[in-house]
């Protein structure tokens, strides 16, 4: 009778978590590719994902949680004070739940790269940024490059957003350690903004070596919010924070599989966030924008694994 009861657990498959946005995600065909890869990917573990922005309520039940013996939390930091306690000062709020959709793993929710780990890092003061916050935003990335390697960081959510449009880069301060985290093979995304402007994204989505995540309506393909050539993904969500942070844990998840599969990324960039962007632009759905003319790629996770896995 025990071995029977053992087998019939080899054979049925452990009860998936609820996603913690639905829609989104199945928009996103995030929800086929748990089940799909059940039982060959961990979605997101063994992987840190740094969520850089305006500090963090460490007390809530989402950063305290433990799975399967490991802290939700793996490390944080305070790169406005220099220390390692990264709680809201001021203005700040957002930093509290922007990982959720990513790394939620509570109570039979799940967020994207549910297995992951996180790094929260408070990067400034509120999430509304001016590009003056561009020092301790500077700081913070680079605290992520000296110690990207002791805690596993392959993905960084920088998420604040100044809410204009910037139509060229702005030089400043992170300039340099985005290039340096871009040639560490490390994922950089932000959100392009909120305001609906076609004429630019926000700061810092408008620099180099840091993708500019838009979004599409959730459920619909209709491209919304800041609408510009410098976004190279569109991921279903009501703001771009929250496509964002989709995106980074899909970009986790890629990572995975690629190194699973053995998959020839060389083929499709220059370094592995390049090639990983490529792979999730010719596999997402092309999505045109009648106001600005042009069209935009949306996230299909399912498609990206399959790409690289071989999987029809």
């Known amino acids: 009778m025990f071995a029977f009861a053992l087998l019939l657990l080899t054979l049925v498959p452990l009860r998936a978590g609820e996603p913690v946005n639905p829609v989104e995600f199945r928009h996103a065909r995030i929800t086929d590719a748990w089940e799909k890869y059940a039982a060959i990917l961990t979605f997101g573990r063994g992987q840190t994902l740094a969520l850089v922005d305006d500090g963090c309520k460490l007390a809530m039940p989402e950063w305290t949680a433990t799975v399967d013996g490991v802290p939700k939390v793996r490390v944080a930091w305070d790169a406005v004070d220099g220390d390692p306690d990264p709680k809201h000062e001021g203005r700040g709020y957002h930093g509290s739940t922007i990982g959720i959709p990513s790394s939620l793993n509570l109570r039979g929710k799940w967020g994207v790269a549910y297995n992951n780990q996180v790094a929260v890092i408070r990067g400034l003061e509120c999430c509304h940024c001016k590009i003056a916050d561009s020092a301790p935003l500077a700081r913070a990335l680079q605290w992520i490059i000296e110690h990207h390697a002791e805690h596993r960081i392959t993905t960084v959510n920088l998420a604040p957003v100044d809410d204009l449009a ?134 299909d996770l399912l498609a990206a694994l399959d790409h690289v896995m071989k999987k029809p």
């Open 166 to 299: 910037h139509g060229t880069p702005v030089p400043t301060e992170i300039d340099a350690p985005l290039a340096k985290l871009r040639e560490l093979g490390i994922w950089v995304s932000a959100p392009a903004g909120n305001h609906h402007f076609t004429n630019g994204i926000s700061w810092p989505a408008s620099q180099p070596n840091c993708f500019a995540i838009g979004a599409v309506k959730p459920g619909a393909d209709v491209v919304i919010l800041d609408r510009d050539a410098k976004i190279v993904l569109v991921v279903p969500a009501s703001a771009t924070s929250s496509s964002n942070a989709i995106a980074c844990g899909a970009a986790m998840i890629l990572r995975e599989a690629i190194e699973r599969s053995g998959y020839a990324w060389k083929n499709d960039g220059k370094n592995l966030p390049e090639a990983m962007l490529a792979i999730f632009q010719k596999t997402g759905k092309p999505v045109a924008d009648p106001g600005t003319k042009l069209t935009f790629r949306r996230l």
